[in-house]
């Protein structure tokens, strides 16, 4: 049953092997951060958890914590997009503060606390990851999560990406989404009309009402060149 639900879902969305190369290489990078081992989790469509992966050696070479973690980004990021809109888990830290226009969404969702934390733990990060195939729930604001979608624009699903700064987090995502090949991102609230992080806050309050926080002068520097960098595709 559970093979059926994957091959029914996943269609388009990268293979754990794939996913697990990719992410290996681009930590690699400088990304703004700590330079820490990270977490993937991508979910379809539906919310169903379709891989989850670290860049480490062992599952134990990362945040333990990040891994539900990316897991809840890749939910949020595609709860909360559209195929028309994209918004990234980074786009959400202001709206959801007290007075902005999405107050309250935090609580919303919650994880699903058995498919977190079920399974056995040697399968954890591997092909067999006990929530693949599984909803796992949740909503995160801050950044690392990012809607997928393919050339043909077609919202396949979502990416979640966790164990550094949460803008390491983003960027990691970002070039994640772009080695992968499913950025055909049709619009977004950041300046360029994508779900970049948009780092806009001044004296605690956001600009445009999708700001995150400054991480680190190095992070939204690579965040804000991704436009020439790592462009989002243009749909065919």
């Not at 891994?67 to 939910?75: D, E, L, P, T």
């Not at 919650?110 to 399974?119: L, Q, T």
Request: aromatic share 6%; proline share 5%.
């Amino acid at each position: 049953m559970l093979c059926t639900a994957l091959s029914a879902h996943a269609a388009g969305l990268p293979t754990h092997a794939e996913l697990s190369k990719a992410l290996k290489e681009i930590v690699k990078e400088k990304n703004g951060g700590f330079g820490l081992n990270m977490w993937a989790t991508i979910v379809d469509r539906d919310g169903a958890v379709q891989a989850v992966v670290f860049s480490g050696e062992d599952r134990g070479d990362q945040w333990p914590g990040s891994r539900v973690i990316s897991a809840q980004k890749a939910n949020t990021a595609n709860a909360f997009s559209l195929p028309g809109l994209s918004l990234s888990t980074a786009n959400l830290f202001s709206a959801v503060q007290p007075g902005g226009s999405l107050y309250g969404l935090q609580h919303s969702n919650p994880v699903d606390v058995g498919v977190a934390y079920g399974g056995p733990s040697e399968q954890i990060g591997t092909d067999k990851d006990p929530m693949t195939g599984k909803k796992i729930g949740g909503v995160n604001v801050f950044g690392g999560g990012l809607a997928l979608y393919s050339k043909d624009g077609k919202l396949l699903g979502a990416l979640g990406v966790s164990g550094d700064s949460s803008c390491a987090d983003h960027n990691i995502a970002w070039k994640l989404r772009d080695k992968l090949g499913l950025d055909f991102v049709p619009a977004g609230v950041s300046p360029d009309k994508d779900d970049n992080i948009v780092n806009d806050i001044k004296d605690g309050a956001s600009s445009g009402g999708w700001g995150h926080p400054t991480c680190s002068p190095e992070a939204a520097e690579i965040a804000a060149g991704f436009s020439k960098t790592h462009p989002v595709g243009v749909k065919k």
